[in-house]
């Protein structure tokens, strides 16, 4: 009996010594950080908190997207360092490749993630997965005043080592893995955007610009998922492969020739995973979110302004998500109405060639292409918020990223090779797609064999 007790009280001390040690700080150096604006109770020393180790997501990636939805609804119940471990881990954390779980486009990773709790903000440091101490105090309901929630994340672009537009893809990509992680944990969150970013307030590093902020929580509405395709669909219907979130973010890779086929099937599962309905209905009856079907991306405003073109040897087509989808540019998502996803053909001509001259080689043998490309008239929407102009066309970039991301993911798990190239004429995209300068082509997906 003694034995059982002192064995049960070794393993009490044991236990208490490894948390405490996991809450020390692992290393404090003297070297004051490089700033530009630093507010009164900004840390001047470097201390860093470790984080445990991230845990892989099992469930199969399209599931992920498809249970992908905002959530603005929190319980008070506590993120633990577990979990926040294994979201941003998958959001921007170092693979054993040494490469990031997001495609760094333009070849510079330009994200960093605050990570702002009750105690004081911190930066994820991704190379050594920890916490760095950023600035002490709790500023959430200042930075992400628009939802409480136990923890606020604020996306930031490092602009001086990227392109602004790329930078915003590259966020769209990290703000879905957010996504796709807090939900398959149960967690929940919404990707917020203001301009000026809230999280400026805080007195950002010079060079970096806030972009989207985050809250993350326990939904106070608990998922309620009912599977409700109800397709008449002209398109084969989505399917679910046996690739977890975590695998498909681990395999996913940049090709850089493209052979081959891709079947009907292939075809319709990447476009929707680039801007699909969910087949599952959402009742779980939240009371700031009235959408009932929603997309594998998000959208501000929930404008959807996005158009999917497809190029292939045998011709021209656009992707039409739902035979209806909005009225006079309203979205009535709200419905949860039958999807009618399908393809609509503009021309025979097999364009790639061209295509390839208004984006990168690469493009002229892929047997699918998948072009990006803004309906800037779905950004002005009657008596509603204008969002059209350039001085927030990088918002778009930011949706473009996002769908580029599943795209890339959904090549993975189909076992196909896929890259992405900003346009580079869009003069020219516009007259191989018939459309007007009322659009702007963004980025070509060239997708393959391997
Ligand atoms: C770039 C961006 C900015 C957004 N900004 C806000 C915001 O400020 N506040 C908010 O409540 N939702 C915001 N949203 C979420 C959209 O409103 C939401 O994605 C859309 O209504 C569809 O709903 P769902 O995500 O639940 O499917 C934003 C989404 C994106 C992609």
């Not at 608990?222 to 681990?250: C, G, H, K």
């Not at 979205?331 to 996803?341: C, E, H, N, R």
């Not at 779905?378 to 990088?394: A, C, K, L, V």
Request: hydrophobic share 40%.
């Amino acid at each position: 009996m003694r034995i059982v007790l002192l064995r049960n009280w070794l393993i009490v001390v044991l236990a208490t010594a490894i948390i405490s040690l996991s809450l020390i700080p692992v290393g404090i150096l003297t070297t004051p950080l490089p700033d530009g604006n630093m507010p009164e109770n900004r840390s001047t020393f470097h201390i860093e908190y470790a984080l445990p180790p991230p845990a892989d997501i099992h469930m199969p990636f399209e599931q992920a997207m498809a249970r992908r939805m905002s959530v603005r609804e929190f319980t008070d119940e506590p993120v633990t360092d577990e979990e926040l471990s294994t979201i941003l881990w998958h959001a921007y954390g170092y693979r054993d490749d040494g490469s990031r779980t997001i495609y760094d486009i333009g070849g510079v990773p330009a994200v960093g993630i605050y990570v702002l709790k009750e105690d004081a903000v911190y930066r994820y440091d991704a190379l050594n997965h920890t916490l760095v101490l950023y600035l002490d105090g709790d500023y959430r309901s200042i930075v992400g005043w628009q939802y409480e929630a136990p923890v606020q994340l604020a996306i930031v672009q490092n602009e001086d080592v990227c392109d602004e537009y790329l930078g915003c893809v590259q966020i769209g990509g990290v703000y879905q893995n957010i996504q796709f992680t807090a939900n398959a944990l149960n967690l929940g969150t919404v990707v917020t955007g203001e301009v000026p970013s809230p999280i400026e307030n805080i007195g950002l590093p010079a060079g970096e610009k806030g972009r989207i902020v985050m809250p993350l929580g326990h939904p106070r509405y608990p998922y309620n998922f009912v599977y409700r395709p109800m397709w008449l669909s002209f398109l084969p219907r989505p399917q679910e492969s046996d690739v977890s979130l975590t695998d498909a973010i681990i395999q996913r890779s940049e090709g850089s020739s493209f052979t081959g086929t891709v079947s009907t099937q292939e075809q319709s599962q990447l476009l929707w995973s680039a801007y699909g309905f969910s087949y599952y209905l959402d009742r779980s009856g939240q009371d700031l979110n009235i959408v009932k079907r929603h997309r594998t991306v998000p959208s501000a405003h929930g404008y959807y302004p996005l158009k999917v073109y497809a190029a292939t040897e045998s011709g021209t087509y656009r992707y039409e998500p739902n035979l209806l989808i909005n009225i006079n540019r309203i979205p009535i998502d709200f419905i949860g109405s039958p999807i009618l996803p399908f393809l609509l053909k503009i021309t025979g001509d097999d364009v790639r060639g061209e295509l390839s001259l208004a984006s990168q080689p690469p493009v002229a043998s892929a047997p699918l292409s998948l072009v990006i490309v803004l309906d800037i008239d779905m950004t002005r929407p009657p008596g509603r918020d204008d969002f059209s102009g350039m001085w927030i066309r990088w918002l778009w970039h930011l949706e473009a990223g996002s769908c580029i991301h599943n795209v890339l993911l959904q090549a993975t798990t189909l076992g196909l090779s896929a890259n992405v190239f900003p346009v580079t004429d869009d003069s020219m995209v516009l007259s191989l797609f018939g459309l007007d300068d009322g659009y702007d082509p963004m980025y070509v997906i060239p997708i393959g064999e391997r």
